[in-house]
T-cell receptor
Framework: AQSVTQLGSHVSVSEGALVLLRCNYS??????LFWYVQYPNQGLQLLLKYTSAATLVKGINGFEAEFKKSETSFHLTKPSAHMSDAAEYFCAVTKRGYSTLTFGKGTMLLVSP | NAGVTQTPKFQVLKTGQSMTLQCAQDMNHNSMYWYRQDPGMGLRLIYYSASEGTTDKGEVPNGYNVSRLNKREFSLRLESAAPSQTSVYFCASSEDSYEQYFGPGTRLTVT
C-alpha cells in the first residue's frame, strides 16, 4: 500500500520568507509524486509532479520540490512567500499504471505581512 | 472549456433523504473520481471510474453509489443520507491518474 505523510497541519511564514512544506512517502515500488494546491472555496489544482524524470521538479508560481529516494521525501519549497500563496497544500502518491492517487491530510500555509 | 462542473454547489438534506450529485467534464478524459474532504482528513476516494462502463470502490464507499452515465458524466448518489456524510464532495477527471482536474465542489450538510 502507498501512503504519504505531511508533517504539520499548519505552517506559518512571513511574506518574503522561505516556504518549506514537508511530505514523506511510503511505497514498495518507485512512486510518482504530486503536490496540489487548494485555494479557499475552490477545488484542487496541480502544482507540480514527479514521474521518474528529473529529481528536482519545478512547478507553477515559483514552487519546486525535490525527490529524495534515500529520505523517502518530496518536500515543497519556495524561496520567497507571497500573500497569495496562502492556501492548503496536498501531497499525493501513485505508481506507474495505477488508477488512483492517495492524498496526504494537507498542510495549511498561512502567510503574514 | 468549462473543465469539470458539479451541481449543486450547496445542499442541505435531512437524515434519510436521498440525492444525486452530478459531475460532468468536457476534456474527453477516460477516468473520473469522487472524493470527500473533511477537516484534517485530506481527500478520501469514494468511487472511481477508470473508463466508461466501469466503476470501482475507493477508500470510503459505504453509503454511496455511482453511475458512469457516459464518458462525460459521473454521478454520486446518497440513498439515505446520514449526518456522517456531511462533507465537501469533489469530482475529478484525468486522462491518466497523474494529473487530475477538480471541480469546484459541493458542500453537503445532513441534519
Amino acid at each position: 500500500a502507498q501512503s504519504v505523510t505531511q508533517l504539520g497541519s499548519h505552517v506559518s511564514v512571513s511574506e518574503g520568507a522561505l516556504v518549506l512544506l514537508r511530505c514523506n512517502y511510503s511505497s514498495s515500488v518507485p512512486p510518482y509524486l504530486f503536490w496540489y494546491v487548494q485555494y479557499p472555496n475552490q477545488g484542487l489544482q496541480l502544482l507540480l509532479k514527479y514521474t521518474s524524470a528529473a529529481t528536482l521538479v519545478k512547478g507553477i508560481n515559483g514552487f519546486e520540490a525535490e525527490f529524495k529516494k534515500s529520505e523517502t521525501s518530496f518536500h515543497l519549497t519556495k524561496p520567497s512567500a507571497h500573500m497569495s500563496d496562502a492556501a492548503e497544500y496536498f501531497c499525493a502518491v501513485t505508481k506507474r499504471g495505477y488508477s488512483t492517487l492517495t492524498f496526504g491530510k494537507g498542510t495549511m500555509l498561512l502567510v503574514s505581512p | 472549456n468549462a473543465g469539470v462542473t458539479q451541481t449543486p454547489k450547496f445542499q442541505v438534506l435531512k437524515t434519510g433523504q436521498s440525492m444525486t450529485l452530478q459531475c460532468a467534464q468536457d476534456m474527453n478524459h477516460n477516468s473520473m473520481y469522487w472524493y470527500r474532504q473533511d477537516p484534517g482528513m485530506g481527500l478520501r476516494l469514494i468511487y472511481y471510474s477508470a473508463s466508461e462502463g466501469t466503476t470501482d470502490k475507493g477508500e470510503v464507499p459505504n453509503g454511496y453509489n455511482v453511475s458512469r452515465l457516459n464518458k462525460r458524466e459521473f454521478s454520486l448518489r446518497l440513498e439515505s443520507a446520514a449526518p456522517s456524510q456531511t462533507s465537501v464532495y469533489f469530482c475529478a477527471s484525468s486522462e491518466d491518474s497523474y494529473e487530475q482536474y477538480f471541480g469546484p465542489g459541493t458542500r453537503l450538510t445532513v441534519t
